[in-house]
């Protein structure tokens, strides 16, 4: 029997992530069965089970690969000399998650934004997926108070700025403009890079204490 190449191992298992997240982007992850599943990915259900058990364990592998993407961005973007500000970095995380998941695309539309929200509210009922993020978001989180530590190096921020809330709030505004995609649909190019520009520049006008 001819040995089946490890290239050829991660493609089929690319196939089956992304034809198991376009099925929950589209219609939730309780409204998507696993025979949704092999007929997105156009597999068997002996092809699809020699990689994955169910459901289950599909979402968890999707939610650990785009959380491990958005960690190693912002890990990168601590070394750089000078680090990326806000407005540069927040939208290469969100081109890195499109270059690494290129098959999530459905009408010409990424549908990542749509399987984020669906995650989050499985997470609320289910605790194993729910540890599963906790434990990506603390590691994107520790990723982010580095970049927070570099901004402090370069002189970018002030020395006494808390690096941990920083990492909070970037994160949650990331999330919140995914969140407008799902919702809303496009916004206008450029709407998130002018938007955090204009955060930036604002000044504190109360006199110092």
Known sequence: MARVSQAHLDARRRQILDGAALCFARNGFHATSMQDVLKEADLSAGAVYRYFSGKEELIGAIVGEV???????????AVETPPPLPDMLIPRALRQLMEVRPGLLESGEWVFPRLMVQVWTEVLRNRELADLVQTGYDRVRAAWARVVESYKSAGL??????????????????????AQLAVIGDLPPGTLEAGLRALMSMRDPRPAV
């Open 67 to 77: 959380l491990e993407v958005l960690r190693e961005t912002y890990e990168g973007a």
């Open 157 to 178: 921020i002030s020395a006494d700025a808390d690096a941990d809330a920083l990492a909070r709030v970037m994160i949650a505004l990331a999330q919140g403009y995914a």
